[in-house]
């Protein structure tokens, strides 16, 4: 089975700083795809960073393009998102997603086959 863990979600204040982190059985061949995406209360699932292990190359949302920033490690399995500059609108359950057959970043969930149980991120003075 396979199994991605999130962890790092926390309480911050407007304007601080967080690193997710994701653990995973081992998305680091081309053709792979590691993702974050974010659920708020009574909105749907968004889109906010991926990197693809085909050229590195990686899509941000534009709503945290400039302070979102996620990055990989294979050779611990891990793929990280630091999100520095927190806003009100930023709090949500944010979720690891992989796919090993997508190739290139999508910001669509549904292409997405493998996924976490996601950690909370609450932003609040």
């Known amino acids: 089975q396979v199994q991605l863990v999130e962890s790092g979600g926390d309480l911050v204040q407007p304007g601080g700083s967080l690193r997710l982190s994701c653990a995973h059985p081992?998305?680091?061949?081309?053709?792979?795809?590691l993702a974050w995406f974010r659920q708020a209360p009574g909105k749907e699932r968004e889109g906010v960073a991926c990197?693809?292990?085909?050229?590195?190359?990686?899509l941000y949302a534009d709503s945290v393009k400039g302070r979102f920033t996620i990055s990989r490690d294979s050779a611990k399995n891990m793929v990280y998102l630091q999100m520095n500059s927190l806003q009100p609108e930023d709090p949500a359950v944010y979720y690891c997603?992989?796919?090993?057959?997508?190739?290139?970043?999508?910001?669509?969930?549904?292409?997405?086959?493998?996924w976490g149980q996601g950690t909370q991120v609450t932003v609040s003075s």
């Open positions: 081992g998305f680091t061949f081309k053709g792979d795809v």
């Open positions: 997603a992989a796919d090993n057959i997508l190739a290139y970043c999508s910001g669509d969930g549904t292409l997405y086959y493998y």
């Open positions: 990197i693809s292990n085909t050229d590195g190359s990686t």
